[in-house]
């Protein structure tokens, strides 16, 4: 099992910046990509941004140049840098690790954290 726990989020006007944090525990040897997903009101879950281990990033089309996910494999953690928020920026935001064996592959997931930007 793996637990993810997410921090950072909060309410800050348009323009502002956030930085979530997420922290793995549990049986963290395993885990491979993580991310951050979010799911505003009424809406599905989207994928935000993406970082395997050894670093690659992918990046939804609507955060690029604005937001930046990063990791600190030694403390199991991963972080995304919100800068220029907007509005439509108002989700709350999940971490989610895969972790994969060569028999098993389970993907877990953070309580999430609420982001708020106000216009």
């Known amino acids: 099992q793996v637990q993810l726990v997410e921090s950072g989020g909060g309410l800050v006007q348009a323009g502002g910046s956030l930085r979530l944090s997420c922290a793995a525990s549990?049986?963290?040897?395993?885990?491979?990509?993580m991310g951050w997903y979010r799911q505003a009101p009424g809406k599905q879950r989207e994928l935000v941004a993406t970082i395997t281990n050894g670093g690659s990033t992918n990046y939804a089309d609507f955060v690029k140049g604005r937001f930046t996910i990063s990791r600190d494999n030694a403390k199991n953690s991963v972080f995304l840098q919100m800068n220029s928020l907007k509005p439509e920026d108002t989700a709350v935001y999940y971490c989610n690790a895969h972790w994969r064996t060569i028999a098993t592959w389970r993907i877990y997931w953070g309580q999430g954290t609420q982001v708020t930007v106000s216009s």
């Open positions: 549990g049986s963290i040897f395993n885990i491979n990509d």
